[in-house]
């Protein structure tokens, strides 16, 4: 595997009998989907920009609740600026392309980009 890189998922103990479906697409993307009360979970992880996801997030059906775990390297930025239903407003620096190109992403698929819902200590701002 040596110069692979592969994707997890964890899952807790307690809901490994929840998991009805565990879904590879390739070594960097991989989706699971869980069953838990009433509700159905996707869990999608991805390594790095991925060909496919927007097939795996487009075959979801729009009953079930969907997260999505990636480190998209790419700056949304602190300004809102047309994406009020996707960025919650707290995030730093100035959007690039690729930011543009996420809350695009989100935009059409109806997503909220969490790591923008909440304040953050100036510690925590950047994490690179």
Known sequence: MKGK??????????LRE????VRWVNN???????VVGEITLNIISAYAYQVGL????GGILPTEKLFIERDFNRRIG????????VHGGFDFGVRNGGGTSLLDF????ELMI???SCPKRDGHLVTF
Do not use: H, Q
């Open 5 to 14: 890189n592969y994707v997890d998922i964890l899952v807790d103990r307690e």
């Open 18 to 21: 929840s998991v009805i479906e």
């Open 28 to 34: 960097r993307l991989m989706a699971i989907k869980l």
């Open 54 to 57: 927007d097939e795996v997030v």
């Open 78 to 85: 602190s300004s809102v600026g047309g994406y009020e239903e």
């Open 106 to 109: 989100s935009k059409a698929f």
């Open 114 to 116: 969490a790591k923008s």
